[in-house]
């Protein structure tokens, strides 16, 4: 990290604290790294929040807009790929122009992004000017991220991954109840110009916390090759399952013709970031780190099958249950208040004890919170919907921040700004590939249970299936969604074979027993 670079024997160092003694417990955080983290966490929370917002208001967007679920989904998957192609440029853009810089360029492309969308006139329009949202908010967790690792210090990431975790604690809670409000009151354009004044707020604070730093003089170029290899090799993968919701699924010509251009261009990136090392969009020679490289494949799962997830679960409630948006927003709040209780504690006993012995326990939390939903009927009662959802919220607290954490605890100083950029990226695809993949599979399974029923989902629509169609296939819906949450089911016990490789130690308790490379003194 650049910003304020640390003195050689001094690797913790940051811009806003010393560095810690070898071997030494982690100590809790002082006030101005939580006043930092704070400042960060106000421009982070509007990517997050804008999330969870736009997920309730699919089904008014569709609708308002005349678009079906297979392109209006895109309004979600644009903005989370965008996210995923701009994050491998943070490393390099801190590098060369400084923390501060980056942090404010993101919060107004962002600002600008969220102004646009408030103005568009067809689903198209709307995708773009979400693409420029998603520009914006790409680099701001990443950034903010190394700013904090680089301030605390290893020992005390669990602790900090707290405080950048606020966002992803608060998204779940406010972001349904306020999209849900918004869209049935006030209307969905103000979904995207409410982050207008909290932008502004948030450059505010930024000019006046974040250090100005200045550029590392030793910044390496622009890995012009990987950008033209890896976005659009995502992209295209990302494509390619969005047009799988057809008639011929996934077996259909060109949906493999889009995911085989995709998976080349990405191959082609390894091989091109192996020979390259360092200097390549995303360092590929981090992940001979075992830890990282499980943490990185837990944190794509992670992403898949719950950011992926968020986008079914107010559909559920919407078109299956016929429930407005703000009864939707509410019903979700159980999650969000779920991680709100898990994630503070997780940070605390990662630290203590490991990821390792953490994670699993998520992920068994996660999966029967889910369960419910793979059985979910026309008459399921919303009491116990409510109740896995807690506990969905209690397992999204003991696995998303505790494997993040985990991934950059034995990495060296000088490689924290890249792989955190590298594991926010690989978060982010994550998330569009799921949201891709389970609106295809939802918009598929809909399609063929209720293939002549005029004004619904299966008919081409994401807007509101009519009442009395909607009580008539009422079964039909559920056992669509059902399947669905089936396939998201799978792929959240899938998280456990990563999951088992995570580190079961402390990072305090690992770095005392390790020598520090870079001061090159043997351990305590």
């Known amino acids: 990290m650049s910003e304020t670079p640390s003195s050689p024997s001094s690797p913790s160092a940051g811009p806003t604290g010393p560095a810690e003694p070898a071997g030494a417990a982690p100590a809790g955080l002082d006030r101005q790294i939580i006043v930092l983290g704070l400042v960060i966490v106000s421009g982070t929370i509007m990517a997050i929040l804008d999330t969870t917002i736009v997920n309730v208001a699919l089904e008014?967007?569709?609708?308002?807009?005349?678009?079906?679920?297979?392109?209006?989904?895109?309004?979600v998957t644009g903005y989370l790929l965008a996210m995923g192609t701009v994050i491998p440029l943070t490393g390099w853009a801190v590098d060369r122009f400084g923390g501060r810089r980056v942090w404010t360029t993101s919060i107004l492309l962002f600002v600008l992004g969220s102004a646009l969308c408030g103005t568009a006139w067809n689903a198209g329009s709307l995708i773009l000017f979400r693409v420029v949202q998603g520009l914006g908010a790409g680099m701001l967790m990443p950034t903010g991220m190394a700013i904090l690792t680089m301030a605390a210090g290893p020992r005390r990431m669990g602790r900090v991954m707290s405080v950048v975790g606020v966002p992803m604690l608060l998204g779940p809670v406010l972001g349904?109840?306020?999209?849900?409000?918004?869209?049935?009151?006030?209307?969905?354009?103000?979904?995207?110009?409410?982050?207008?004044?909290?932008?502004?707020?948030?450059?505010?604070?930024?000019?006046?916390?974040?250090?100005?730093?200045?550029p590392h003089g030793g910044a390496a170029g622009l890995d012009l090759r990987g950008l033209a290899l890896l976005p659009p090799g995502f992209a295209l993968l990302i494509y390619g399952l969005s047009?799988?919701?057809?008639?011929?699924?996934?077996?259909?010509?060109?949906?493999?013709?889009?995911?085989?251009a995709g998976g080349t261009l990405v191959a082609l990136f390894v091989a091109h970031g192996i020979r390259r090392g360092?200097?390549?969009?995303?360092?590929?020679?981090?992940?001979?780190?075992?830890?990282?490289?499980?943490?990185?494949?837990?944190?794509?799962?992670?992403?898949?099958?719950?950011?992926?997830?968020?986008?079914?679960?107010?559909l559920y409630f919407q078109v299956a249950r016929g429930e407005g948006a703000l009864t939707a927003?509410?019903?979700?709040?159980?999650?969000?208040?779920?991680?709100?209780?898990?994630?503070?504690?997780?940070?605390?006993?990662?630290?203590?004890?490991?990821?390792?012995?953490?994670?699993?326990?998520?992920?068994?939390?996660?999966?029967?919170?889910t369960l419910p939903f793979a059985q979910v009927g026309a008459d399921t009662s919303q009491l116990a919907l409510c109740g896995a959802l807690f506990v969905r919220g209690l397992g999204l607290g003991c696995t998303m921040m505790p494997t993040m954490s985990s991934a950059l605890t034995t990495l060296r100083t000088p490689a924290l700004p890249r792989a955190t950029s590298s594991l926010n990226i690989i978060l982010q695809l994550g998330g569009s590939f799921g949201a891709a993949l389970l609106a295809a599979v939802l918009s598929r399974q809909i399609a063929q249970r209720l293939p002549q029923a005029p004004g619904t989902a299966g008919g081409g629509r994401a807007g509101p299936v009519p009442e009395q169609i909607r009580e008539r296939f009422a079964p039909q819906l559920a056992d669509a969604f059902g399947h669905t949450f089936w396939v998201a089911l799978a792929l959240t016990a899938l998280m456990i074979v990563p999951a088992l490789l995570l580190p079961r130690t402390g990072a305090h308790a690992r770095l005392a027993k390790e020598p520090d490379e870079e001061r090159g003194t043997p351990p305590p």
């Open 278 to 314: 360092p200097g390549a969009l995303i360092d590929v020679r981090l992940f001979a780190d075992r830890t990282y490289a499980a943490a990185s494949a837990a944190a794509f799962l992670i992403g898949t099958a719950t950011l992926g997830s968020l986008l079914l679960l107010p």
């Open 243 to 260: 047009t799988a919701s057809g008639s011929a699924g996934f077996g259909a010509p060109a949906t493999i013709a889009w995911l085989a």
């Open 329 to 369: 927003g509410l019903l979700l709040v159980s999650q969000g208040l779920g991680a709100a209780a898990a994630m503070p504690v997780g940070g605390v006993v990662t630290d203590r004890f490991g990821a390792g012995r953490v994670v699993p326990l998520g992920i068994v939390l996660l999966v029967l919170g």
């Open 176 to 214: 349904p109840v306020l999209g849900g409000w918004l869209v049935e009151d006030v209307g969905w354009r103000w979904i995207f110009i409410v982050n207008v004044p909290v932008g502004l707020l948030a450059l505010t604070l930024a000019w006046w916390r974040v250090p100005a730093g200045r």
């Open 60 to 75: 008014t967007l569709g609708r308002d807009l005349s678009a079906g679920l297979a392109t209006i989904q895109w309004a």
